[in-house]
């Protein structure tokens, strides 16, 4: 019996050191719990570098593989020669029959890290495609109920939109619904082993915006405009 005790606690204790277990893609990753310890090359292994691209990774999901890129922020934007800030893990393309992360009972379809250049993670950006009114007023009370009232503030990127914010003792949480009608989108279908490229019609829809930020890292993000991060703030 004490055998198999030490060896309970021991699989207990290197699960929460290491952090998430589980590598991207995997499995919906529980943003409610998530554990800022995790490393980002559990996150993203080496297996799933992409074998042409330079600082990409293609990993395999439930509908067909993701393009992650990684990317750096630089103190002056585009300017290489310039301090680099961070490190943005950022995914490309998605679909929405993949639920790559979940908080209560939202789940997301694209999901991106940022992570100082100690490679400790930073920031989460998740977005949920198509969501409805019903569901954003069910996540915005979920999360009150947690973490208290919100605060909640009006912001623009092409065209106003608002942005509710919770804090708990080490974290940010951020929502923000954006309208979107799929004008910009390529949408691509698949049947029977074909591909097609149908003329996109107007689909006017919102989608939800979480990030989750570390307290300390919360000035920083003034410099995160890219990927699906550019309604943090």
Same mark, same amino acid.
């Given at each position: 019996?004490?055998?198999?005790?030490? $060896?309970?606690? /021991?699989?207990?204790?290197?699960?929460?050191?290491?952090?998430?277990?589980?590598?991207?893609?995997?499995?919906?990753? #529980?943003?409610? #719990?998530?554990?800022?310890?995790?490393?980002?090359?559990?996150?993203?292994?080496?297996?799933?570098?992409?074998?042409?691209?330079?600082?990409?990774?293609?990993?395999?999901? @439930? &509908?067909?593989?993701?393009?992650?890129?990684?990317?750096?922020?630089?103190?002056?934007?585009?300017?290489?020669? /310039?301090?680099?800030?961070?490190?943005?893990?950022?995914?490309?393309?998605?679909?929405?029959? #993949?639920?790559?992360?979940?908080?209560?009972?939202?789940?997301?379809?694209? $999901? /991106?890290?940022?992570?100082?250049? &100690?490679?400790?993670?930073?920031?989460?950006?998740?977005? %949920?495609?198509?969501?409805?009114?019903?569901? &954003?007023? %069910?996540?915005?009370?979920?999360?009150?109920?947690?973490?208290?009232?919100?605060?909640?503030?009006?912001?623009?990127? %092409?065209?106003?939109?608002?942005?509710? @914010?919770?804090?708990?003792?080490?974290?940010?949480?951020?929502?923000?619904?954006?309208? #979107?009608?799929?004008? &910009?989108?390529?949408?691509?279908?698949?049947?029977?082993?074909?591909? /097609?490229?149908?003329?996109?019609?107007?689909?006017?829809?919102?989608?939800?915006?979480?990030?989750?930020?570390?307290?300390?890292?919360?000035?920083?993000?003034?410099?995160?405009?890219?990927?699906?991060?550019?309604?943090?703030?």
């Amino acid at each position: 019996m004490k055998t198999k005790l030490l $060896l309970l606690f /021991s699989f207990i204790f290197l699960t929460s050191c290491n952090g998430q277990t589980k590598p991207f893609g995997e499995t919906a990753i #529980n943003l409610e #719990n998530f554990d800022f310890a995790t490393k980002i090359a559990d996150l993203y292994p080496e297996k799933y570098k992409h074998p042409s691209y330079k600082d990409h990774y293609r990993i395999p999901c @439930e &509908n067909g593989s993701v393009l992650i890129e990684k990317s750096i922020i630089y103190e002056k934007p585009y300017d290489p020669n /310039s301090k680099p800030l961070m490190q943005v893990y950022g995914q490309k393309n998605w679909s929405t029959g #993949n639920e790559l992360a979940k908080f209560g009972k939202q789940f997301f379809n694209k $999901l /991106s890290f940022v992570t100082d250049m &100690n490679n400790e993670i930073k920031v989460i950006g998740a977005v %949920a495609d198509e969501t409805t009114e019903k569901d &954003n007023e %069910a996540f915005i009370k979920n999360l009150t109920k947690k973490f208290g009232e919100y605060k909640k503030v009006e912001s623009d990127f %092409a065209g106003t939109f608002f942005i509710y @914010e919770w804090r708990s003792k080490d974290l940010v949480y951020r929502f923000a619904t954006v309208f #979107n009608d799929d004008k &910009n989108s390529i949408k691509i279908e698949k049947d029977k082993g074909t591909i /097609s490229f149908p003329k996109g019609e107007e689909n006017l829809h919102t989608e939800g915006y979480f990030y989750i930020i570390k307290s300390d890292y919360i000035k920083a993000i003034e410099k995160l405009k890219t990927n699906d991060f550019v309604y943090i703030d």
